[in-house]
């Protein structure tokens, strides 16, 4: 779902590397919630939405959780 987005997204969201390690910590998971959830309101396909709603709820534990991190691990 990421690799639509890479570098061409405007937010943080776009920055995530599919190669690379990519962190966000409570506070840049809260901003790219709001990217999250403007993503799914658009999806039309039932998989790819599934994975968004599954990074949201990573992104909203991260986001609640002072000190925390979310970590993407890249190939």
């Not at 999250?36 to 999806?43: D, F, H, K, Y």
């Not at 994975?51 to 002072?66: I, R, S, V």
Request: proline share 4%.
């Amino acid at each position: 779902m990421l690799d639509t987005l890479y570098r061409r997204h405007p937010g943080k969201l776009g920055w995530v590397d599919p190669y690379g390690d990519t962190l966000f910590n409570e506070q840049e998971a809260q901003v790219v919630r709001q990217e999250v959830a403007v993503l799914i309101q658009g999806c039309t396909d039932d998989q790819r939405k599934a994975a968004l709603l599954d990074l949201a709820e990573l992104l909203e534990a991260c986001a609640a959780t002072p000190g925390s991190y979310l970590w993407f691990i890249g190939d």
